[in-house]
C-alpha cells in the first residue's frame, strides 16, 4: 500500500520561505513522477511543480517559476518543494502526488494523472 505523508507547512510572513517534504513507501518511488498540487477554498486543486521519475526533468506553474523549487531524493524515497518569496496569493493546502505510470512521461500536470495523494499541508502567507 502506497502512503505519502506530507511535512513543512505552516504560517509565514509574505517574502519568506517554507519547505515542504513528501516521504514515500509502498512503491518503487525511484521510478514514478512526483508532483505538488495547491488548492484554495473554492477553487480546483491545480499543480504547482512536478518532477521526472529520474529527477532530471522538472515543471513549474507560471505563478510559482522562479520562486520554488522541486527535488526528489530517490535514496530516500522524499520529495521536496522549497518555497522562497512567498505571496500571498500562495495559500493553500498543498498535497503532493506519485503519478499513475510506471517510468512514463517525464512530468504530469493533471490530478487524475496521479494515482496516490498526502493528506495535505496547510500553508498561510501572512501580510
Known amino acids: 500500500q502506497v502512503q505519502l505523508v506530507e511535512s513543512g507547512g505552516g504560517l509565514v510572513q509574505a517574502g519568506g520561505s517554507l519547505r515542504l517534504s513528501c516521504a514515500a513507501s509502498?512503491?518503487?518511488?525511484?521510478?514514478?513522477?512526483m508532483g505538488w498540487f495547491r488548492q484554495a477554498p473554492g477553487k480546483e486543486r491545480d499543480i504547482v511543480a512536478a518532477?521526472?521519475?529520474?529527477?532530471?526533468?522538472?515543471y513549474y506553474a507560471d505563478s510559482v517559476k522562479g520562486r520554488f523549487t522541486i527535488s526528489k531524493d530517490n535514496a530516500k524515497n522524499t520529495v521536496y518543494l522549497q518555497m522562497n518569496s512567498l505571496k500571498p496569493e500562495d495559500p493553500a493546502v498543498y498535497y503532493c502526488?506519485?503519478?499513475?505510470?510506471?517510468?512514463?512521461?517525464?512530468?504530469?500536470?493533471?490530478?487524475?494523472?496521479?494515482?496516490?495523494w498526502g493528506q495535505g499541508t496547510q500553508v498561510t502567507v501572512s501580510s
Open positions: 502526488a506519485q503519478a499513475r505510470t510506471y517510468v512514463g512521461m517525464p512530468y504530469y500536470l493533471l490530478p487524475y494523472q496521479y494515482s496516490y
Open positions: 509502498g512503491r518503487t518511488f525511484s521510478m514514478y513522477a
Open positions: 518532477i521526472s521519475w529520474s529527477a532530471d526533468v522538472t
